[in-house]
């Protein structure tokens, strides 16, 4: 999935309803204390403010709000639809997201305004409606699809109120940020009528309880999530599919227990309530502070991770606030009042979300394979297994204990109850602390794969900086030329932009999270055990207080159901595991495309300053550049990265499957969910993933071994001039003692090492013969207009020819030519000229040596690199743009040689501003000129 481009900032839109005072309230002796002023203000009066009270007399009693919209008791339902949702409709057949949710205090009216009744329907059925009709009018030339799902939170736990039975389902985030709900019913339909029947159906399942506010108020938060996804009906290989989405949501009553005079089981869900609704304020009250950015947590609560992107993301939204007119419900308006008002400075970004159908269809393709072999697993499993319940009992708790019921009412029921009862609720305890415990680890994986995304950002700024700090040295060479270069002069750091700025604070909030969670999982496993402990000893003293052998064999029966609870459980959050491994596998895939492309960058500047400079290059470093350029020929690492983002895409956008509970599944774990369990037994133990458990969770994966190894392949840069510094040498080093893999790969490492610090140090010698030679023949040439250059020449041949090796200091570099074959091409004739002659034509008689072989392919070599060159210019369009500036560095974070290569090649042998000494009476014509950068781009 990719946004469309024309996005645009949307301002929150906010509605306030006042309902009608209702007859209660009335006999309470309640008075009329909010109106509604004219179609945006809304006046609130504060019943305790005495009008007598001289001392107050200056005191306004009353407080004005002002709304995009204000609804009274003479507001109709088709009124409120027509100016807060109506308008939503086309945006979401042509792409977009959109939100309604209902907002307020219990009893004020927000289910009446979202589904409404019998004779008055609500936005529910008027937006279906209408949506339907819409999609009517357009479906000649457009093909739609609809999809629709609906939900409730209650108590902290999402359930399908379009099939209960699915039992509770976690909530996922995709690579882009959408929240989606693993395993929930997506139901295809085209009319509204059907629709309605299946909401009126699901509404049916909603918790819904009598408490003192109202008769029927709602314990949950209820979602309808509508999907739309339209595409043209002109068939074309690469169809665009433009996927909206719209949720409709009618939140549980934002109430105080003293208010709603809640006890027990009410008491506990409006604590569930009230921490899902303050997590929203407290979202509202950071997404709406204008000043700094604030850190604005999801996480707090399912309903605001279900309404990060309304809120904040990719969505029109609009918030109908609902307060009662009495004077007996004034604290709860106010604060209601004060919250919609917050809520209206919000700011959503609005982008059209377009599929790519290519793709589309090759992720369904994916599926049905898929659940093909998965229904060829469970086949065989069932098989393999002999006598089994019937199909609707299978693995279902409920149905094993209609069972139990059964078998008991020829037994002792009484007795029998009891223990059922203690083992169900040691049971039931067990598996909700497991729950938490596998929701916590979901969460502590999404701060980690969160963590990564910001990293990035981070990492990609830094680079992004440090090029423009090297154009704007190069600039500023320009303009002092003539001038010393070495002043000193410090550019201004470039502002950091606000992502950035929003990447650091959230990664400090998060590191705060991940703690949090840490401490919480400490408790719940601590719980777990003591649990598991009280659940072990019942299952060892029930049987013994059971004299009859049925009764024996039922409760056996029931632990194994419960077993399998816990397997199902396990597997699920594996599958959650697996989900995570996979998008944080794709910041780590892109963080090495990132290297990549930054070392293709260095092979390429380094292998035109050999080219310029005819310098020879040993064979076998000849041989992997061959082996290089072929490969950049045939596009395989590119294909290879693109079908890997693909697939990892496919897999990333597949709901989770609800894994059905199945007996004895532990023999049946495919080798995939194997490993993931294997994945996930490392991984709970502690769920305190540090980088290094994060890369212990890593070093398991095939997939994540066969990136490390990519990495190990990607070919080491070229150091020309010897002008690798200690520094970078060193990061080169921590960077293979720091990487994960460090311990695995060390061998592999190792002589890749010791061959650079050869190539390092001949390569030096060559450019000090390289150097001289050049010298001289300048000197010679032109010696009376050389006079300035050559001292400086001298001097850069001095410093050359002093500076110490970065890898053994004391070592001269005459003295540190590693074998014959590397002294053999260091012999000054076998050296090109930097006057541009040949080697050939400055010592004929001399065989070239495998050294020049590679300069007397240069002919058919440069041509091949041109063409390539002009390839990977069209390849990496903007970073590969063709300038007229000198040799770019390559300034990475992980990587500052590219600056320190320039800086060195400036300050012994480039003049200003990375350009070639230029020839005072040719200008631009020395041939020993650097090259000109080709690459402009970071
Ligand atoms: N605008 C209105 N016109 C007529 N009756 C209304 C209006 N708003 C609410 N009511 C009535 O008020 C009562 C409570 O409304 P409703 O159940 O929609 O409240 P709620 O905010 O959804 O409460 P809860 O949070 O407890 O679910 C219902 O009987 C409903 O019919």
């Not at 301002?11 to 309640?30: K, Y």
């Not at 398991?700 to 190894?709: A, E, Y």
Request: aromatic share 4%; with cysteine.
């Amino acid at each position: 999935m990719k946004e469309g481009k024309e996005s645009r900032d949307q301002q929150l839109t906010v509605a306030l309803r006042i309902r009608p005072i209702s007859m209660v309230e009335l006999e309470e002796g309640a008075t009329l204390i909010a109106h509604k002023v004219d179609e945006q203000v809304v006046v609130l009066m504060d019943p305790m403010e005495d009008p007598e009270d001289i001392l107050r007399a200056n005191r306004s009693r009353e407080k004005s709000y002002v709304f995009d919209m204000a609804f009274d008791f003479t507001a109709t339902q088709e009124m409120v639809y027509r100016t807060t949702t109506k308008g939503l409709i086309e945006g979401v057949i042509s792409g977009y997201n959109a939100t309604v949710f209902a907002y307020g205090p219990t009893g004020c009216g927000k289910t009446y305004t979202m589904l409404g009744t019998d004779h008055e329907p609500g936005i529910y059925a008027r937006t279906l409606h209408d949506l339907f009709r819409a999609i009517e009018e357009t479906s000649d030339d457009m093909e739609y699809e609809v999809s629709m799902s609906y939900l409730e939170i209650y108590n902290e736990m999402i359930r399908d109120l379009l099939n209960p039975s699915l039992g509770f389902l976690e909530l996922r985030e995709d690579a882009k940020g959408v929240i989606q709900v693993a395993g929930i019913t997506e139901v295809s339909t085209i009319n509204a009528k059907e629709v309605m029947q299946l909401l009126l159906k699901g509404n049916k399942q909603r918790m819904q309880e009598p408490t003192a506010a109202n008769q029927t108020s709602s314990r949950s938060h209820a979602v309808l999530q509508v999907t739309v996804r339209q595409k043209s009906r002109i068939r074309n290989i690469m169809q665009e599919v433009r996927v909206g989405r719209l949720f409709m949501i009618d939140l549980a009553g934002s109430e105080r227990a003293s208010q709603t005079q809640n006890r027990g089981q009410r008491m506990k869900e409006g604590a569930h309530i009230n921490r899902s609704l303050l997590a929203l304020g407290n979202c509202i009250n950071a997404l709406s502070d204008k000043g700094a950015h604030k850190y604005v947590n999801y996480r707090d609560s399912k309903l605001t991770r279900l309404l990060k992107d309304s809120l904040g993301g990719n969505s029109r939204t609009v918030m109908i606030a609902h307060i009662s007119p009495a004077s007996s419900a004034f604290e709860e308006s106010r604060s209601t009042l004060t919250y919609a008002d917050r809520a209206k400075s919000i700011k959503t970004t609005v982008k059209r979300n377009l599929l790519n159908v290519s793709y589309h269809i090759a992720q369904y393709t994916r599926i049905i394979s898929d659940l093909r072999s998965e229904i060829q697993r469970l086949k065989c499993k069932i098989n393999g297994q002999g006598p089994r319940p019937a199909q609707g009992e299978r693995g279902d708790i409920r149905h094993i204990q209609a069972e139990v019921q059964l078998h008991s009412s020829l037994c002792d029921r009484q007795e029998m109850d009891q223990l059922r009862e203690q083992l169900i609720s040691a049971f039931q305890e067990q598996m909700d602390v497991q729950r938490q415990l596998m929701e916590l680890e979901n969460s502590y994986m999404e701060i980690q794969i969160e963590s990564t995304r910001h990293l990035l950002t981070i990492a990609v700024w830094d680079q992004e900086k440090r090029r423009r700090t090297q154009k704007c040295r190069e600039e500023l060479r320009k303009d002092k030329s003539g001038k010393d270069l070495d002043t000193g002069d410090e550019q201004p750091d470039a502002p950091e932009p606000q992502d950035v700025i929003l990447a650091r604070e959230n990664i400090a909030a998060l590191m705060g999270e991940q703690k949090k969670l840490r401490k919480q999982k400490a408790e719940l496993e601590k719980q777990f055990k003591e649990i598991r402990q009280r659940g072990r000893r019942l299952e060892e003293v029930l049987p013994r207080r059971i004299s009859s052998e049925e009764q024996r064999e039922v409760l056996s029966l029931l632990c194994k159901v419960h077993e399998l609870e816990l397997e199902n459980t396990e597997m699920q959050s594996s599958a959650l595991l697996k989900d995570n491994v996979i998008r944080h596998k794709s910041y780590v895939v892109r963080r090495f495309e990132q290297h990549r492309s930054l070392c293709d960058r260095i092979i390429q500047q380094q292998r035109q300053i050999i080219h310029e400079y005819h310098l020879s290059v040993p064979h076998h470093l000849e041989e992997l550049y061959e082996i290089y350029l072929r490969e950049l020929e045939e596009g395989s690492l590119d294909q290879v990265a693109s079908l890997d983002r693909v697939a990892a895409k496919a897999l990333k956008d597949t709901t989770l499957p609800k894994i059905p509970q199945l007996p004895a599944a532990e023999s049946a774990l495919d080798s995939d969910q194997e490993s993931m369990r294997t994945l996930g037994s490392e991984h709970q133990p502690q769920l305190s993933l540090s980088g290094s458990d994060l890369a212990q969770v890593f070093r398991t994966s095939p997939r994540m071994r066969q990136i490390k190894s990519s990495a190990v392949l990607t070919p080491p840069p070229i150091h020309v001039n010897g002008m690798v510094t200690q520094e970078v040498l060193a990061s080169l080093e921590s960077h293979h003692n720091s990487s994960p893999d460090s311990s695995e790969n060390c061998s592999d490492v190792l002589p890749l090492f010791a061959e650079r610090r050869e190539i390092l140090s001949s390569t030096k010698s060559i450019v000090v013969k390289a150097a001289r030679r050049r010298s001289r023949v300048l000197e010679s040439d032109r010696l009376h207009l050389l006079e300035p250059m050559k001292e400086r020449s001298s001097l850069s041949l001095h410093s050359l020819s002093e500076s110490e090796d970065p890898l053994s200091p004391e070592t001269p570099a005459s003295q540190r030519l590693p074998c014959p074959g590397l002294q053999h091409a260091a012999s000054e004739d076998n050296l090109s000229s930097s006057t541009g002659e040949t080697a050939s034509r400055l010592c004929p008689s001399h065989s070239p040596g495998p050294w020049l072989r590679g300069h007397k392919q240069g002919g058919k070599k440069g041509k091949r690199e041109e063409s390539l060159d002009g390839k990977r210019r069209k390849q990496r369009s903007r970073s590969f743009e063709v300038t007229g500036h000198g040799v770019r560095a390559v300034p990475t974070p992980a990587d500052p040689l590219g600056c320190r290569l320039l800086e060195s090649n400036s300050e012994h042998r480039m003049p200003a501003g990375g350009q070639p000494a230029p020839h005072p009476q040719a200008p631009g014509k020395a041939k020993g000129r650097l090259p000109q950068s080709q690459y402009a781009g970071g």
